[in-house]
């Protein structure tokens, strides 16, 4: 039988955010027992969701080497829309096999929530289990 959960994450400014525990903590009771893997979607063209290692500083400053805030942007309605490309290239969603009613991520991964917009906002997450 499945499961599903919509939470929101809380209010993160610009930058590369481990928010592992703050997902497991809404995903508990859905992992109970389960043997088989979850979906995560960030319901968002703004932010991103993606595994790195545990203490990753440099990801932030990679993503703004590779899609800069100052090119010569069209859509500019909540400035510059380097945002959208950013979550296009990193991904909205996360596919992680679950084994024994864990999160079977490496010894060193975390879920990062990439927050690509200088002001705050917190950001809807939909698990769905299976």
């Not at 590369?16 to 109970?32: F, N, P």
């Not at 959208?84 to 992680?96: D, E, V």
């Amino acid at each position: 039988m499945g499961w599903q959960k919509t939470f929101t994450l809380a209010r993160r400014s610009k930058g590369c955010h481990l928010v592992t525990d703050e997902v497991l903590a809404q995903i508990d009771t859905g992992l109970r027992g389960v043997q088989v893997g979850i979906t995560i979607l960030l319901s968002h063209t703004s932010a991103a969701l993606t595994i790195n290692e545990n203490y990753d500083r440099d990801m932030d400053m990679a993503l703004d080497k590779i899609v800069p805030e100052d090119l010569d942007w069209l859509h500019t309605d909540e400035g510059p829309e380097a945002s959208h490309t950013k979550a296009s290239l990193i991904g909205t969603s996360l596919c992680l096999p679950i084994t024994d009613g864990r999160l079977n991520l490496g010894t060193w991964q975390g879920i990062y929530l990439t927050e690509f917009r200088h002001a705050p906002h917190s950001r809807r997450v939909v698990a769905t289990i299976l």
